[in-house]
């Protein structure tokens, strides 16, 4: 009974099972092996039942001495793929027997292809140091190839002329690191992301179109291109502007004042003023506008030099603290006429940037906090100093002034913004574009958060140094 089950999953097994002399000769199969097969296989020699080209394998295979044991791939005459396990059993009187296990693996490639039909991916192999190359369907169809590529030239040959030799030398290369990945473009317009291992002594890539993304990604280049072109000559123009419309400014200011001052108690033949008093409160309101304009180009004219950036040396090496000292020397008026406290959290660091920019951040962040205080209430200003990952800190400067509504967070940063009105708080606007300007001339960010009646918070990234 327990002979018969077990000659029956012995027969019946998915695992093909065969039993052969050194002769080749077929001594024993099993149901499984059977009925791959039409004809009778006892007797019939092994390469009756296997392709002709895995006869090297299998005259190598018989060569096993006792209780060795292979595993390879063999492909039958039905071209069915098999793994195998090859034992020498049994060694008598010169005669050896030799035991095959073998299962199908034909599905699993008919799935594995299918994988790389729906996800348009090829696969490659190069048999390194020969010019014998292999590909899939999915690789042939990147390719624009008409059969499989046969050559490393072949493959080459169809690359983007410019591309080929440094596509070559890449390969090449790339073996030595025993996996890499290139991306090179096809002369058939395609970019292809290829992505190899060595495997033995085989090359094997896989390669996808990413010709989609290579062109967005251009795209974006031209766009990023083109919004730095713009970005530039609006900084011109906000130079020239501020700088040239200056003298013609004066020009106004000048003549107007000259007027006011000839024509104020000139009197006529008939002894009236020339120009009455309404005149003259016109000319006072030129005056005004002109002090005015001239001071809206001042804070551009500063805003552009902070956008150009001009002789600044962004990588200097500085204790954070100094730019802070210069900064309160430059506040110094507003610092002694306010009852105000400016505390700093931990030690300052060494940072790389311009320190004259950033002093001026400190200052027009910290003028606006007393600027913007409550009223009968002390300003209290915290500045402090944390890591922000391996490269970078995170400065944080904290005043408990009025605070401002969280929706203009953004807004505030734009060049004559504001959010009170000139009589409640003088000013222009262009402080803190100012100082969004020169954390970005650094490649840093800012940002601030708010909240009314508690007061606000402006965070900033600078580099280590
Ligand atoms: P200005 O102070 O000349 O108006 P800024 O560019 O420095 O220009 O500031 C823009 C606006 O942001 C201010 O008008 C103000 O409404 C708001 N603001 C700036 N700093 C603060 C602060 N610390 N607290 C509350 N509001 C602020």
């Known amino acids: 009974m327990t002979l018969t089950y077990s000659q029956d999953m012995f027969n019946n097994s998915s695992l093909m099972f065969l039993l052969i002399d050194n002769a080749g000769t077929i001594i024993q199969h099993n149901n499984s092996l059977k009925k791959r097969f039409d004809y009778k296989l006892i007797g019939k020699n092994i390469n009756n039942i296997f392709s002709n080209s895995c006869i090297v394998l299998l005259k190598q295979s018989l060569k096993l001495s006792f209780n060795e044991t292979i595993k390879c791939e063999l492909i ?36 594995f292809q299918m994988i790389f039909d729906v996800g348009e ?8 140091g020969t010019d014998l190359t292999h590909s899939c ?10 059969g499989e590529i046969k050559s490393y030239t072949e493959f080459l040959s169809f690359i983007n002329r ?26 058939n317009e ?29 795209q974006m280049q031209i766009n990023m291109k083109k919004l730095e072109q713009n970005n530039e000559e609006l900084e011109q ?8 419309l200056r003298e013609p400014l004066m020009g106004i200011a000048g003549f107007a004042s000259l007027f006011k001052r000839r024509y104020e108690k000139s009197l006529d033949s008939k002894e009236n003023y020339i120009i009455d008093k309404k005149g003259m409160s016109y000319i006072d309101i030129i005056l005004e506008s002109c002090k005015k304009m001239s001071l809206k180009m001042d804070d551009l004219l500063a805003w552009s030099r902070a956008a ?12 954070l603290n100094d ?33 004259t920019m950033i002093a001026q951040v400190f200052q027009n962040i910290i003028g606006n906090a007393i600027k913007y205080k409550k009223e009968n209430q002390p300003v209290k200003i915290e500045i402090n100093v944390k890591t922000l990952n391996e490269k970078k800190y995170l400065i944080s400067i904290k005043d408990n002034g009025i605070g401002f509504d969280m929706k203009h967070a953004k807004r505030i940063f734009t060049a004559f913004q504001r959010l009170h009105a000139v009589n409640e708080y003088s000013g222009t606007g262009i402080g803190l574009a100012i100082v969004k300007k020169i954390i970005e001339k650094h490649g840093e960010d800012i940002w601030a958060t708010s909240e009314i009646g508690i007061g606000s918070i402006f965070n900033f990234t600078l580099g280590k140094a």
């Open 76 to 111: 039958l005459s039905s071209d069915k793929k098999v793994k195998a396990e090859i034992s020498c059993i049994k060694e008598k009187n010169s005669i050896k027997y030799f035991k095959f296990y073998m299962y199908d693996i034909s599905e699993y490639d008919e799935k």
């Open 121 to 128: 991916i090829g696969m490659w192999q190069w048999e390194i």
């Open 137 to 146: 369907d999915g690789m042939n169809y990147l390719f624009g190839s008409t």
């Open 162 to 187: 410019n591309e080929s030799s440094r596509v070559d030398a890449l390969i090449k290369e790339g073996i030595k690191k025993n996996k890499f990945r290139i991306i090179f473009k096809l002369k």
């Open 190 to 218: 395609k970019y292809i992301s290829l992505k190899c291992k060595v495997y033995h002594n085989t090359l094997i890539g896989i390669a996808w179109d990413i010709t989609d993304k290579m062109v967005n990604v251009k």
């Open 237 to 244: 123009f906000a130079y020239i502007a501020s700088h040239d």
């Open 308 to 319: 150009r950036g001009d002789n600044e040396v962004f990588n200097q090496i500085f204790n």
């Open 323 to 355: 730019a802070l000292i210069e900064a309160k020397f430059s506040l110094n008026g507003k610092l002694s006429n306010s009852d105000c406290q400016i505390s700093v959290v931990g030690q300052m660091p060494n940072v790389k940037g311009s320190k």
